[in-house]
């Protein structure tokens, strides 16, 4: 029996990420392996982002991993309850149940020189002794709750989409949503249709593209999951669906197409010219993460909802006034302000080699190799880490990729002897130069508009500057002269050649 307190990997996360890396240490043969999830059950993002119409704009066939395929997709994009199922579906499919800790919020990270494995201490007292830990905890999970003016005087409730409270019901009621990313997009048009009366509260217009979506029946299942093949078939639309846009995002005068499109859709489905005026970006396309949706604009056009263009200029018991002095009533204000993301490791009690922390390493901003080892941070990884998301392949693939490069690290680590492994400081410092210049011809850094792909400096920390199969092909193999390995024994570190 694995001795949990002292792990091989420590997974913090029970999120598709945490599930997918548990998955992947048992395919590499690694079974000491201990995931701690903060909540009492797993799902991570899809767990608590509950809110009406939330739902993935990413295809279904490319939203799950190529080690557990799924031919049970009731739609080409899924709903929420759908992609919670199937994590619980890949947890129970490789038997990762007797891995994971519940209700084990980590506190405290504290990497030890003289034994090279980390003491991860949780909210509960419980202690581990893990040799590698991989953070799985996600990119998008610290909800962004801006400080309006009188916030607390407002005499309804105010609910974060990632916070959703089931409790409340906007049947009849007058909701006031502020917002207009993706998750805004989703909830819009899920909330009108039940409420009295919706007020929409847009700062930056964004460029939105028809979501094709369609149901997939019965039959269709079927062949999925006996013409040998169709599958794959299905995997492989999904993926350059999503993967040919960057080559515009990349070099953003390839975007034409895309503009013209989004403005045709805006056309089609917005017919008051007045409203299509307010609604059309001044941006560039593809610089704000592109909305694929087709229930936004006709939402938006319902005799029922209100498009706000004036700033909020504060929260009063009422509803929101804005700055042009009226009041818009409301009984429920939404947030769909989305999330902070300077660093995804903020307030966290993460401590390298040499007492350094992860604050102070970052305090010019986050930087990692790869998205998933910064130097000063031995045996440490992330998922999900800066600079290896944000352009329009699925996440999943992403995840599917660091997943595999980590097993890999591992594997130096086996074979080498190592009992440390950490990236040569020369070695982040030149990818992340590269890096940088790379993105400052993307669309992301040049296309003139303010999204959470750059942080309060203006500096891209998300966006990996290229396709995923471009991040794919990079992270394939781990280079060993990449990293420092070296050997744990009684006098120091032995460099392992
Ligand atoms: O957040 P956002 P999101 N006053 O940051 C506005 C992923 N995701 O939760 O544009 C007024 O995109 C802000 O205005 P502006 C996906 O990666 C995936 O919607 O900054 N408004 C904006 O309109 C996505 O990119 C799925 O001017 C304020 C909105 O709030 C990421 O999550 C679904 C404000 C925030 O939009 C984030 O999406 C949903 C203020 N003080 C989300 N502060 C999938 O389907 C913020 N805003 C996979």
């Given at each position: 029996?694995p001795?949990f307190s002292?792990p091989d990997?420590?997974?913090v996360?029970?999120g598709?990420?945490?599930v997918?890396?548990?998955v992947?240490?048992?395919?590499?043969g690694?079974?000491?392996?201990?995931?701690?999830?903060?909540?009492?059950?797993?799902?991570?993002?899809?767990?608590?982002n509950?809110?009406p119409?939330?739902?993935?704009?990413?295809m279904?066939?490319?939203?799950s991993y190529?080690?557990?395929?799924?031919?049970?997709?009731?739609?080409?994009?899924?709903?929420?309850p759908?992609i919670l199922?199937?994590t619980?579906?890949?947890?129970?499919d490789?038997?990762?149940?007797?891995h994971?800790?519940?209700?084990?919020?980590?506190?405290?990270?504290?990497f030890?020189?003289a034994?090279?494995?980390w003491w991860?201490r949780?909210?509960g007292?419980?202690?581990?002794?893990?040799r590698?830990?991989?953070?799985?905890h996600?990119?998008l999970h610290?909800?962004?709750i801006?400080?309006?003016?009188g916030r607390?005087r407002?005499?309804?409730?105010?609910v974060?989409t990632?916070?959703?409270?089931?409790?409340?019901?906007?049947?009849?009621?007058?909701?006031?949503?502020?917002?207009?990313?993706?998750?805004?997009?989703q909830v819009?048009?899920?909330?009108?249709?039940?409420?009295?009366?919706?007020?929409?509260?847009q700062?930056?217009?964004?460029?939105?593209?028809p979501k094709?979506n369609?149901a997939?029946g019965?039959?269709?299942?079927r062949?999925?999951?006996?013409v040998p093949?169709?599958?794959?078939?299905?995997?492989?639309i999904?993926?350059?669906?999503?993967?040919?846009?960057v080559?515009?995002?990349?070099?953003?005068?390839?975007?034409r197409?895309?503009?013209?499109?989004?403005?045709?859709?805006?056309r089609?489905?917005v017919?008051?010219?007045?409203l299509r005026?307010?609604?059309?970006?001044?941006?560039?396309?593809g610089c704000?993460?592109?909305?694929l949706?087709s229930?936004?604009?006709?939402?938006l056009?319902?005799p029922?909802?209100?498009?706000?263009?004036?700033?909020?200029?504060?929260?009063?018991?009422?509803?929101?006034r804005t700055v042009?002095?009226?009041?818009?009533?409301?009984?429920v204000?939404?947030l769909?302000t989305?999330?902070?993301?300077?660093?995804r490791?903020a307030g966290?009690?993460?401590v390298g080699?040499?007492?350094?922390?992860?604050?102070?390493?970052?305090?010019d901003?986050?930087q990692a190799?790869?998205?998933?080892?910064?130097?000063?941070?031995?045996?440490?990884?992330?998922?999900?880490?800066?600079?290896?998301?944000g352009?329009?392949?699925?996440?999943?693939f992403v995840?599917?990729?660091?997943i595999?490069?980590i097993a890999?690290c591992?594997?130096?680590m086996r074979?080498?002897?190592a009992?440390?492994?950490?990236?040569?400081?020369?070695?982040?410092q030149?990818f992340n130069?590269?890096l940088?210049?790379?993105l400052?011809?993307?669309?992301?850094?040049?296309?003139g508009?303010?999204?959470w792909?750059?942080?309060h400096?203006?500096?891209?920390?998300?966006?990996?500057?290229?396709?995923g199969?471009?991040y794919w092909?990079?992270?394939?193999?781990?280079?060993?002269?990449?990293?420092?390995?070296t050997?744990?024994?009684?006098?120091?570190?032995?460099?392992?050649q």
């Open positions: 029996m001795d002292y990997v420590l997974i996360g029970a598709l990420a945490g997918g890396m548990g992947g240490l048992r395919r590499a690694i079974e000491n392996f201990v995931v701690l999830e903060k909540a009492d059950a797993v799902g991570g993002a899809w767990r608590v509950t809110y119409g939330c739902a993935c704009d990413v279904s066939m490319m939203y190529s080690f557990a395929p799924h031919d049970g997709w009731s739609k080409l994009y899924a709903d929420q759908e199922d199937y619980r579906r890949v947890v129970k490789f038997a990762l149940g007797a994971i800790r519940f209700d084990s919020e980590v506190v405290s990270y504290e030890d020189d034994i090279d494995r991860v949780t909210r007292g419980d202690l581990y002794c893990p590698v830990v991989v953070l799985c996600g990119a610290r909800p962004h801006p400080e309006f003016p607390d407002f005499s309804g409730p105010i974060h990632a916070e959703w409270d089931p409790s409340i019901d906007v049947t009849g009621k007058r909701v006031a949503v502020i917002g207009t990313g993706a998750s805004a997009v819009i048009p899920a909330v009108a249709e039940a409420a009295e009366r919706v007020a929409v509260f700062r930056t217009p964004h460029w939105v593209l094709m369609r997939i019965d039959r269709e299942r062949l999925l999951s006996t093949g169709l599958r794959a078939l299905y995997r492989t999904a993926f350059w669906t999503h993967e040919i846009p080559a515009g995002f990349l070099h953003p005068r390839l975007l197409v895309l503009r013209w499109a989004a403005l045709r859709t805006l089609r489905q017919p008051d010219p007045a005026a307010k609604l059309i970006p001044d941006y560039t396309i704000k993460r592109i909305l949706t229930d936004y604009y006709p939402a056009s319902r029922d909802v209100d498009l706000v263009t004036a700033g909020i200029a504060e929260f009063e018991p009422r509803g929101v042009d002095g009226v009041l818009h009533e409301a009984d204000i939404v769909a989305g999330f902070d993301t300077d660093n490791c966290e009690h993460i080699r040499d007492g350094l922390t992860i604050e102070r390493a970052w305090r901003g986050m190799y790869l998205g998933m080892s910064v130097s000063g941070f031995p045996n440490l990884f992330l998922v999900m880490g800066p600079n290896s998301g352009g329009a392949q699925s996440i999943l995840i599917e990729a660091q595999r490069y890999r591992l594997g130096l074979r080498g002897g009992t440390r492994i950490e990236v040569r400081p020369e070695i982040q030149e130069h590269w940088h210049a790379k400052s011809r993307s669309v992301w850094n040049s296309g508009c303010d999204s792909f750059l942080d400096t203006g500096k891209n920390r998300q966006c990996w500057p290229g396709t199969t471009s092909w990079a992270t394939r193999t781990p280079k060993s002269r990449s990293f420092e390995l050997r744990e024994s009684p006098l120091r570190a032995t460099e392992i």
